[in-house]
């Protein structure tokens, strides 16, 4: 709670917009932190609390406890990685979903049909993945430290997929996970 205090205090906003409770951990030291989290946000220190990598199962013993459900919850989702079951789950909760490493972290970046489509629309493969992200409903979070790459990442809200062009990248759903998945990794 103190840290969470002093960061508020070093942002001089007033408050936090959105804080996440990252990765599951075990399912009690998952629940005293989302109570410190809920107090938190009672006490207008943070608008909006939500988790990071938290499955279906995660979700649903969390829910048992909390007061407030979370608001985001934040998971690797790509063409590559798309987490049907967990996506249709938190959209039925009305749990939105922010889509870390939409750009699978340029493993597939010469995909053929990644490349097909990024022709058709003109685009670059990389504002191929942040439309089709923006397409899915996701919150998208495409990782740059480079302006030109940050406008170009934005530019790419203004590409409208076509619903053949969403499912064609959408079969390519292979379970690839770019990164460590806690979601897999972590008893409930």
């Known amino acids: 709670l103190q840290k969470t205090k002093e960061s508020n205090e070093k942002l001089g906003l007033g408050y936090i917009d ?17 109570r410190a989290l809920e107090e938190l946000q009672e006490s207008g220190i943070l608008k909006d609390i939500g988790v990071s990598n938290f499955g279906e199962a995660h979700l649903e013993k969390l829910q048992k ?29 009305g749990i939105l979903l922010e889509a870390y490493s939409p750009l699978a972290r340029a ?13 058709e629309v003109g685009a ?14 996701f919150i998208t979070l495409p990782k740059s430290v480079h302006a030109e790459r940050q406008k170009v990442n934005l530019d790419a809200a203004k590409i409208q997929l076509t619903p053949a062009q969403i499912s064609k990248l959408a079969a390519l759903d292979e379970y690839l996970v770019t990164a460590w998945d806690p979601i897999k990794d972590h008893a409930v």
């Open 18 to 34: 959105l804080y996440l409770l990252h990765a599951p951990g075990d399912a009690d030291t998952r629940s005293e932190t989302w």
């Open 65 to 93: 406890t909390a007061k407030v459900k979370p608001a985001v919850n934040q998971v690797e989702l790509h063409p590559w990685l798309m987490r049907p079951s967990l996506v249709d789950y938190c959209k039925e909760k």
């Open 107 to 119: 493993q597939k970046m010469q995909d053929p049909t990644l490349l097909e489509v990024a022709n």
């Open 124 to 137: 670059s493969a990389a504002q191929v993945l942040v439309a089709f992200s923006l397409a899915n409903g």
